[in-house]
């Protein structure tokens, strides 16, 4: 995509729809307040929806068991944590990153093992029939999410923050919770890994030009199948990392996080257009901010604010801000 | 005539018949069979449920969408019939006018939700009633004042169908003719009507249409059937016939709240059983729902039979536990969407009677045809 035909405008709606709330709000301190935390939870679902958007644009696949991978992450994070206490304990920032990244690592790795099964034994024969994967998937979900009732219970287990990560700081009268400053680095970073790869790398390329033209691409000599498996381990993989920060951004964990997470993903990726990365970012942004301001304003509207979000956004747009040109 | 009542779709599968018609008469002979209230509780859930998923068969077995919103609809007839009771007293107007306006409401959202959003893919339309059931969910547990909130409403029914209510005052076969017995027959007469009713919809001309539509959206446009047309109203037809399952449920518990109707685990059973019983066929919601619910209510006892058998193994144990039920039931579902993808039904009606041995000169053939 170069620079000159890049569309602008879905850019622009996250700062203005926080500009739009500002005269609502009145203070500016609880506005700053709101709006890094909304960008924050933004972000952390971004990293949530990052997996499925990826696999949904390069592999024409909706997983509607995404939720359980990151249920899995979370569960996983209580283990590691668990078993780290003495680390979360501790009041330095660094010990409890040490905590925080093995927690990290590990979820990932198992969401991804998992991934592997679930796209060799789940998704693989129904390539291609949205039908059956919306059917497939959404057993697949019911599996999962009984066996982590198996393994972890059917009850609701505290997560909570590492000790150095608990509080705010505070900038004039606004407050910044450290937690959401972590959560907004490491969105970042998915990100921009997400972009790099996708646009900068041999790898990327061989996956954009598979989804161009497989054959093509095959006859080339690549193997496409396997590059797509691998697609699908790190969009598990991406959910597991998101499923330890929203585990940890609730405090809590309960096995039907999934089912609940995945409504809020569906909304996030029919407003940034299915499948694009950059959409998924500003949808979750929007989707963030949205959140928090209604939950200030008008505290039961909350999940509404998202569904007039979503219905707004399709009314200028049928297809999301960003539609993959399919 | 017996043809003419199934709209010329019969079983074609003498399995199947027969597996049919012990249901029937099972259901419709269940008080004076079985004694006790539990099984009268889930005959009626079978019926319920058998309405509720033969109107998600028209959706997704007929017309091939998969909506996660039918759950809403169904809560709307529960919630409209719980409502009019609960503000205008126990009577058979209340119920009518409960009825009336969830019909309404569910007409007026399955329309605009189907308006605005079957227009593009399927991927998106599931997914864009996804959120919209998750809101109702919250609106429905919101409106307190309305609908109770979390706690629900419980209410009387009309005079005839309460308990009290004595028909006569020397029991029939030993079971005392009251007020539920009445309830009872009420929901089974409506679940008859109902399910003849879907079946004369999918076989008329306009079924036939949703199939096409189903099988080959792009060939079915260019034919000139307005695809859109047909796809919005199959979903409000769908949406209607939900309702009144809805309403059939309010009336047997005599209770509505957001978790009897509108939770999302009805939603998954639904699509569990229209997928094993058999999608596009009406009658496996009927075969479904009855092997479903009778294990749900049933089957679970022998799970914690075999939980207690295996405690020796905890992992085993803990998969066999009665909790953990639908795990299995996962499993068989994704098993029946690879291997049966026509569910219980389309297996039945699949296996072809074993040519006689050994083989006779052609003409008697077609005598034994001619007989059958």
């Known amino acids: ?7 602008w405008k879905p850019l622009v709606l996250v700062p203005l729809l926080a500009l739009l709330v500002l005269p609502f709000i009145g203070s500016s301190s609880t506005w700053v307040t709101l709006t890094v935390a909304g960008l924050a939870m933004g972000m952390i679902i971004f990293i949530i929806a990052s997996g499925l958007t990826l696999v949904f644009g390069l592999m024409d696949v909706l997983n509607f068991g995404h939720g359980v991978f990151i249920a899995l992450g979370a569960f996983v994070a209580t283990s590691v944590l668990g078993a780290m206490a003495d680390y979360t304990a501790s009041g330095s920032l660094w010990t409890n990153l040490l905590a925080i990244l093995p927690a990290m690592v590990v979820a990932m790795l198992v969401a991804a093992a998992v991934g592997l099964a679930f796209e060799r034994f789940i998704v693989r024969p129904v390539y291609g029939n949205h039908l059956k994967q919306i059917l497939i998937t959404m057993g697949g979900m019911i599996i999962g999410e009984e066996l982590i009732k198996v393994i972890w219970g059917p009850l609701q287990i505290p997560l909570p923050l590492p000790e150095a990560l608990r509080g705010s700081y505070y900038l004039g009268d606004a407050a910044v919770q450290k937690y959401r400053l972590l959560a907004v680095v490491v969105g970042l970073l998915v990100f921009a890994m997400l972009l790099w790869t996708l646009t900068r790398t041999k790898i990327g390329l061989l996956i954009r030009a598979g989804v161009q033209d497989r054959e093509m ?21 991406l959910a597991g990392l998101g499923g330890v920060m929203w585990g940890l951004y609730q405090q809590n964990v309960i096995p039907q996080m999934g089912a609940q997470v995945n409504v809020l993903i569906f909304i996030v990726l029919i407003i940034g257009g299915l499948g694009s990365t950059t959409g998924a970012l500003i949808g979750a942004l929007l989707v963030g901010l949205m959140a928090n301001y209604t939950g200030f304003l008008v505290p039961k509207a909350a999940l509404f604010s998202n569904i007039v979000l979503m219905m707004a956004i399709l009314l200028w747009r049928p297809q999301g801000v960003y539609a993959l040109s399919r | 005539m017996l043809n003419r009542l199934l709209s010329h779709d019969l079983p074609r599968s003498r399995v199947l018949a027969v597996l049919l018609v012990a249901i029937v008469l099972a259901l419709a002979l269940t008080p004076f069979l079985v004694p006790g209230v539990k099984a009268l509780n889930v005959a009626a859930k079978v019926l319920v449920f058998i309405v509720l998923v033969a109107s998600f068969d028209l959706l997704l077995g007929y017309t091939g969408i998969v909506s996660f919103a039918h759950t809403m609809f169904f809560g709307i007839g529960a919630y409209g019939v719980a409502i009019a009771l609960t503000r205008m007293g126990p009577s058979w107007t209340a119920l009518a006018v409960g009825i009336a306006c969830a019909l309404a409401m569910s007409f007026v959202l399955a329309l605009a939700i189907g308006l605005f959003s079957l227009r593009v893919r399927a991927i998106f339309f599931s997914m864009i009633t996804l959120a919209f059931a998750a809101a109702f969910q919250t609106l ?6 309305f609908t109770g909130g979390e706690d629900g409403l419980t209410f009387k029914v009309p005079p005839q169908l309460q308990p009290s209510f004595e028909l006569s005052s020397t029991p029939l076969f030993g079971v005392d003719l009251d007020g539920r017995l009445l309830a009872y027959y009420l929901l089974f007469v409506v679940a008859v009507v109902l399910v003849l009713a879907m079946l004369r919809i999918v076989n008329s001309p306009f079924g036939r249409v949703t199939q096409a539509i189903r099988e080959n959206e792009f060939r079915a446009e260019a034919i000139g059937y307005r695809v859109v047309v047909y796809r919005t109203t199959s979903a409000i037809l769908s949406a209607l016939f939900a309702t009144l399952a809805g309403a059939m449920l309010a009336i047997w518990l005599r209770y509505n709240g957001p978790d009897t109707s509108l939770s999302f685990e009805i939603m998954l059973d639904v ?29 679970q006892d022998l799970l914690r039979l075999a939980s207690e058998a295996t405690s020796g193994l905890p992992w085993l144990s803990a998969l066999l536990s009665p909790d953990r039920w639908l795990l299995w039931l996962g499993l068989l579902f994704v098993l029946s969407v690879y291997y049966f993808p026509t569910g219980i039904v389309g297996k039945l009606r699949s296996i072809k009677p074993r040519p006689p041995q050994p083989r006779p000169p052609a003409g008697q053939v077609r005598q034994s045809a001619a007989l059958k």
Do not use: P, W
């Not at chain 2, 429905?140 to 004042?145: F, K, N, R, V, W």
């Not at chain 2, 699509?271 to 009778?294: D, E, K, Q, W």
């Open chain 1, 1 to 7: 995509m170069n620079k000159l035909d890049f569309d």
């Open chain 2, 271 to 299: 699509l569990l059983i229209v997928v094993i019983g058999g999608m596009g066929t009406i009658y496996g919601a009927v075969i479904g729902s009855a092997l479903f619910v009778v294990a749900q209510s049933y089957l």
């Open chain 2, 140 to 145: 429905a547990s919101q409106l307190s004042e």
């Open chain 1, 217 to 237: 691409v095959e006859s080339l000599g690549y193997r496409i199948s396997v590059l797509f498996v691998g697609v699908f381990v790190v969009g598990s993989a």
